[in-house]
């Protein structure tokens, strides 16, 4: 999927698509759901995946309200999969169980993500780990897939500690982890208390990181822990899309209603229009799938820039503390430092790994 988006920046990377608005939750802070809207039909759904498809997206992630209340969520799955597209469910848990796992595993599911709010459910969130630590223990028995969990801080949760304890059972499960700041109703950031700071700096020193959520707590993250704006340049409705239950286009769930162009009527030149657009509510934005995508394109266009972002250096003149891994990629696939040469053993590798990968 890296080394697709890297050789080309006019596709897709990530769509968000809705198979159901209705969730069996309702949860305080959310604005994503309802209580009463029916699945969106199984044909609908397979034609925008072929149109997905079509635009050359390279992931798919099912997100509602609740996917897994879709009947028919294994077909379009399968359908996801058939086009050579990595299939992800964002899903509040509730209605996992053994069978469904290993439906899902015979879907052929890449990944699953759950939020978990709290510890005890309250009148804010009811996805609590007393709630869904038996359907965690369930994962690790069954899935076949990678499973992510995020906690959260923000909102108005009362017990910012709670955060804590979900990322270390996470962890202790063997999932990967993730932190969440929740966000308002715009996606707009609400900026963190001195006690959710602490108990967020607590789990970024407690818990392992892979090296993109490493450098996404680097490059995002950490301002928006503090309250501060981020400079980047926001790329959804082309690198990234939000497909809602009626087919229609967005920025993303917070944003619905830019630019809100029917899927069937989505065309490269829409996708070339928003690679570029300025988005205002940019600056504060915690969506942090669309982070994501932005910083595969900030590698395409600046690596170095880049990675001394994802790996800034402990003094001002200091070089970036960039991990063996990654200083081996770079001698690969970057050009050398101040015009210099490589040698031919590394020019020769860099060679085979990019015709490998398929990049020019």
């Known amino acids: 999927m890296i080394a697709q988006a890297i050789k080309s920046p006019y596709h897709p990377i990530l769509a968000h698509i809705i198979p159901i608005r209705r969730c069996n939750l309702s949860c305080a802070y959310c604005n994503e759901y309802d209580r009463v809207s029916n699945p969106v039909p199984t044909a609908e759904m397979l034609h925008r995946i072929e149109l997905l498809a ?53 879907a052929g599911l890449d990944h699953l993500q759950i939020s978990i709010d709290n510890v005890l459910p ?21 899935a076949e897939f990678d499973v992510s969990i995020n906690s959260v801080l923000g909102g108005g949760m009362r017990s910012p500690e709670d955060a804590r304890t979900i990322a270390h059972r996470a962890a202790e ?19 963190l208390g001195h006690k959710e700071r602490t108990v967020y700096e607590q789990i970024r020193q407690e818990t392992k990181s892979g090296f993109w959520a490493f450098s996404y707590d680097n490059l995002f993250h950490n301002n928006l822990a503090l309250g501060l704006p981020n400079d980047w340049h926001c790329r959804a409705g082309s690198r990234y899309l ?12 917070q944003q619905r209603g830019y630019p809100a162009i029917p899927l069937e009527r989505y065309k490269l030149e829409d996708i070339e229009r928003e690679y570029w657009t300025q988005k205002p509510c940019a600056p504060y934005c915690t969506i942090s799938c669309v982070h994501r995508v932005a910083m595969i394109d900030l590698v395409r266009e600046k690596p170095r820039e880049a ?39 590394v020019k020769a590798m860099a060679g085979v790994a990019k015709r490998l990968l398929g990049i020019n």
């Open 54 to 106: 079509a635009l050359g997206t390279a992931m798919i992630t099912f997100s509602g309200g609740e996917p897994l209340l879709h009947t028919d969520l294994d077909d379009l799955i399968q359908a996801v999969r058939r086009q050579g597209i990595i299939a992800t469910i964002i899903t509040n848990g509730y209605l996992l169980a053994p069978e469904r796992i290993k439906r899902l595993n015979r």
């Open 122 to 142: 309250d009148d804010v969130s009811k996805k609590s780990l007393k709630v869904l630590d038996q359907k965690l223990q369930w994962l690790a028995e069954f």
């Open 173 to 191: 499960l063997g999932f990967e982890t993730t932190l969440g700041i929740i966000h308002d109703h715009s996606g707009q950031l609400q900026p």
């Open 242 to 253: 939000y497909v809602c239950e009626d087919g229609l286009v967005h920025y993303c769930s």
């Open 307 to 345: 990675l001394a972002s994802f790996y800034p250096p402990a003094a001002p003149d200091a070089p970036a503390k960039l991990s063996f891994g990654v200083k081996v990629l770079s001698s690969l696939f970057l050009p050398p430092v101040n015009g210099g040469a490589q040698s031919v053993v």
